[in-house]
């Protein structure tokens, strides 16, 4: 009895913390009565979760949708995957510095055909857009120059590196993620064509002891010290990087040293008025299921009823807490997602019921019922619910398997359909177990 208390009001105050997430960071409370009028502003409770916000997806916010494909003539087939995930890296530093919140850029490749989706929420200037993703990434090594003392305080990061050496992307032929195999640390290491071995060879013997700047879309990427000539058209940018900070320079490199060019082959405007509208009908068509799924559940299942609807309340809570926390980018399909799952939710407590039904008509004492009603209905509620996570996997395409969709939008339906059977599973066994344990009467 003492553990099932305890699980009980765990699962309250996991409720409770769910309601805090997804309480609006304001909301106006206006009311009248008689001659007196409450209008006010009220802040939610707890401001370090005001941070948690809903992520809406382009159908919802507006904005625009670009489809890109990737020009590999130029580019060798061993380095076409590389090149792809560099582009893809680069166009969101590019969207990032620009100042578009949750931008969806993804990669795409079928047969030959490879291919990059860039969705801007918010952005309502296609024109604009296009630029900021077409243009192809510049790459070019810069040397210091002297300032005067009278110029020193104003001088920016170009004024410093204005120096620029002709050593550029075309130059690289590649960066990579090694280890010194001294300290065992990650390093960034580059590799030049003839050409430009030449030059880093004439660029290294001037600059020693001093910093050598690196360029990305006339963006600061680096400015390593050169500490020594080097001749051999290979070098190693070493520092206090972690593996991902490496990862990412190198990845920035790699954008700048591959002559990889794209081509607009899609491009869609989507209002915000139309999400405005989407979002009110599918909450409006949501709502009034719940009310009939819950009003049916009452009715006919009585107090058992009841309890499957605080449970059902509760998941619903917690689903939207998960959304805001994670954040799940929310799409119309993505709601679709959820209200399909609530059903799901429904119908695990719909089968326990039904199996609790037929142990008491074996004349079972209705505690012994009720655990034998989950133990026995789990069973079909295991197999339904890893049937469909086994959809919901095929339908994200996490490996982005040509022979399978790899929309954005079934994407989002897929994450919150996934997202939602695991949370039902846990409402409908966990939390309707712990309610009925705690609520239980001798008769239903």
């Given at each position: 009895?003492k553990?099932?208390?305890?699980?009980?009001?765990?699962?309250?105050?996991?409720?409770?913390?769910?309601?805090?997430?997804d309480?609006?960071t304001?909301?106006?409370?206006?009311?009248?009565i008689?001659?007196?009028?409450?209008?006010?502003?009220?802040?939610?409770?707890?401001?370090?979760?005001?941070?948690?916000k809903?992520?809406?997806?382009?159908?919802?916010?507006?904005?625009?949708?670009?489809?890109?494909?990737?020009?590999?003539?130029?580019?060798g087939?061993?380095?076409?995957?590389?090149?792809?995930?560099?582009?893809?890296?680069?166009?969101?530093r590019?969207?990032n510095?620009?100042?578009?919140?949750?931008?969806?850029i993804?990669?795409?490749?079928?047969?030959?055909?490879?291919?990059?989706?860039?969705?801007?929420?918010?952005v309502?200037?296609?024109?604009?857009?296009?630029d900021?993703?077409?243009?192809?990434?510049?790459?070019d090594?810069?040397?210091?120059?002297?300032?005067?003392p009278?110029?020193t305080?104003?001088?920016?990061?170009?004024?410093?590196f204005?120096?620029?050496t002709?050593?550029?992307?075309?130059h690289?032929?590649?960066?990579?993620v090694?280890?010194?195999?001294?300290?065992?640390?990650?390093?960034?290491?580059?590799?030049?064509?003839?050409?430009?071995k030449?030059?880093?060879?004439?660029?290294?013997?001037?600059?020693?002891?001093?910093?050598?700047?690196?360029?990305?879309?006339g963006?600061?990427v680096?400015?390593?010290q050169?500490?020594?000539?080097?001749?051999?058209?290979?070098?190693?940018?070493?520092?206090?990087?972690?593996?991902?900070?490496?990862?990412?320079?190198?990845?920035?490199?790699?954008?700048g040293?591959?002559?990889?060019?794209?081509?607009l082959?899609?491009?869609?405007?989507?209002?915000p008025?139309l999400?405005?509208?989407s979002?009110?009908?599918?909450?409006?068509?949501?709502?009034?299921?719940l009310?009939?799924?819950?009003?049916?559940?009452?009715?006919?299942?009585?107090w058992?009823?009841?309890?499957?609807?605080?449970g059902?309340?509760?998941?619903?809570?917690?689903?939207l807490?998960?959304?805001?926390?994670?954040?799940?980018?929310l799409?119309l399909?993505?709601?679709?997602?959820?209200?399909?799952?609530?059903?799901?939710?429904?119908?695990?407590?719909?089968?326990?019921?039904?199996?609790m039904?037929e142990?008491?008509?074996?004349?079972?004492?209705?505690?012994?019922?009720?655990?034998?009603?989950?133990?026995r209905?789990?069973?079909?509620i295991?197999d339904?619910?890893?049937?469909t996570?086994?959809?919901?996997f095929?339908?994200?395409n996490?490996?982005?398997?040509?022979?399978?969709?790899?929309?954005?939008?079934?994407?989002?339906?897929?994450?919150?359909?996934?997202?939602?059977?695991?949370?039902?599973?846990f409402?409908g066994?966990?939390?309707?177990r712990?309610?009925l344990?705690?609520?239980?009467r001798?008769?239903?």
């Amino acid at each position: 009895m003492k553990n099932r208390r305890l699980l009980f009001w765990s699962i309250l105050l996991i409720a409770l913390v769910s309601l805090l997430i997804d309480l609006p960071t304001s909301y106006r409370l206006k009311f009248k009565i008689g001659s007196f009028n409450f209008d006010q502003e009220i802040s939610r409770p707890f401001a370090f979760l005001r941070r948690f916000k809903l992520v809406k997806g382009l159908d919802l916010a507006g904005g625009v949708h670009l489809m890109f494909r990737a020009k590999m003539e130029d580019v060798g087939q061993e380095d076409r995957d590389r090149a792809l995930i560099s582009l893809r890296d680069n166009i969101e530093r590019r969207v990032n510095l620009f100042g578009v919140s949750e931008a969806v850029i993804q990669t795409s490749r079928a047969a030959d055909q490879y291919r990059l989706i860039v969705e801007l929420p918010g952005v309502v200037d296609v024109e604009e857009a296009i630029d900021l993703v077409g243009k192809t990434a510049q790459l070019d090594f810069r040397e210091s120059v002297e300032i005067p003392p009278e110029a020193t305080e104003s001088a920016t990061i170009y004024d410093l590196f204005a120096g620029k050496t002709g050593l550029t992307g075309a130059h690289l032929v590649r960066g990579e993620v090694q280890f010194n195999p001294n300290t065992g640390k990650p390093e960034v290491g580059l590799e030049f064509n003839e050409e430009g071995k030449k030059l880093f060879g004439e660029i290294t013997k001037r600059n020693v002891e001093k910093p050598l700047a690196i360029f990305l879309d006339g963006l600061l990427v680096s400015a390593p010290q050169v500490k020594e000539p080097i001749t051999d058209g290979k070098a190693a940018i070493s520092g206090e990087f972690d593996l991902r900070q490496a990862k990412s320079l190198v990845s920035q490199l790699n954008a700048g040293s591959l002559p990889v060019s794209i081509e607009l082959i899609e491009r869609r405007q989507v209002g915000p008025t139309l999400g405005e509208e989407s979002v009110q009908k599918s909450m409006r068509a949501g709502l009034v299921g719940l009310a009939i799924v819950a009003l049916f559940m009452a009715i006919y299942y009585r107090w058992l009823g009841i309890l499957a609807d605080v449970g059902l309340v509760i998941y619903a809570l917690i689903s939207l807490a998960v959304y805001k926390l994670i954040p799940v980018t929310l799409t119309l399909p993505g709601l679709t997602g959820f209200l399909l799952s609530v059903g799901m939710a429904v119908d695990s407590n719909i089968l326990i019921f039904e199996r609790m039904k037929e142990e008491l008509k074996q004349g079972k004492p209705w505690n012994v019922a009720m655990e034998l009603g989950f133990g026995r209905a789990w069973d079909s509620i295991r197999d339904a619910n890893v049937c469909t996570l086994i959809i919901c996997f095929l339908l994200f395409n996490p490996f982005d398997w040509g022979f399978l969709n790899n929309s954005a939008m079934v994407r989002g339906f897929a994450v919150t359909l996934f997202l939602g059977v695991f949370i039902s599973m846990f409402t409908g066994i966990i939390v309707a177990r712990t309610l009925l344990r705690v609520f239980a009467r001798k008769k239903a």
